[in-house]
Every structure is written in structure tokens, then in C-alpha cells.
Nanobody, 121 residues
């Protein structure tokens, strides 16, 4: 099993910045893609940004140029630097990784518990 713990959420004014962190622990043989999702009240969870094992990145159009995803493979960690935050960025942010526990097991998707980001206008 793989456990994910996010941190770094909070309350920030419009135009401000936050940096989210997510650390994976447990039985980890290899981590493939890592990603951040978010979910606002009454809305479906949406993909914010992804980073591949080779560090290729992709972003949702609404955050491109403002958010930056990165990873530290030695620490089994993924980060989301969020700049120029807007009220519409308010959501619970979840990290997710695609990982396998042994050489023989399949890659499975794991989720963190989420961290609240609130941007005030």
C-alpha cells in the first residue's frame, strides 16, 4: 500500500501564492506519473497538472502560466507552486500518484486526503 500526505494549503488573498507538497510513503517500488487534482463544492474533481516519470508536465488551461508542478524522486514527493491565485482556484487539492509496490505488481492510482486552498477576493 502507498500512502500520500499533502500539506501547504491555507487561506491566501487574491494574487498571492501557495506551495503544496505531497509525500508518498509505504510499500513503493516505483512511481510513474504524479498529479494534482482539485474539487470545488458542487463540482466534479478536475485535473490540474501532471508530471511524468521523465518530468514532462501538462497543465489545465486555466492554471497554465500560474502554476508549476515539480517532483523529487529521491523523496517520493510532488509539489505544486501556485502563483497569482484567484478566487476561482478555491478548492480541495488532492495529489495522486501512479505507483507499484513490487516489481511484479501492477501500477495503481493512489490518492491523498486533500488539502484546502481558499483564495479570498
Amino acid at each position: 500500500q502507498v500512502q500520500l500526505v499533502e500539506s501547504g494549503g491555507g487561506l491566501v488573498q487574491s494574487g498571492g501564492s501557495l506551495r503544496l507538497s505531497c509525500v508518498a510513503s509505504g510499500s513503493i517500488f516505483r512511481i510513474n506519473a504524479m498529479a494534482w487534482y482539485r474539487q470545488s463544492p458542487g463540482k466534479q474533481r478536475e485535473l490540474v497538472a501532471t508530471i511524468s516519470s521523465g518530468s514532462s508536465t501538462n497543465y489545465q488551461d486555466s492554471v497554465r502560466g500560474r502554476f508549476s508542478i515539480s517532483r523529487d524522486n529521491a523523496k517520493n514527493s510532488v509539489y505544486l507552486q501556485m502563483n497569482s491565485l484567484k478566487p476561482e482556484d478555491t478548492a480541495v487539492y488532492y495529489c495522486s500518484v501512479e505507483a507499484r509496490s513490487t516489481y511484479y505488481s501492477n501500477f495503481l492510482q493512489y490518492w491523498g486526503q486533500g488539502t484546502q486552498v481558499t483564495v479570498s477576493s
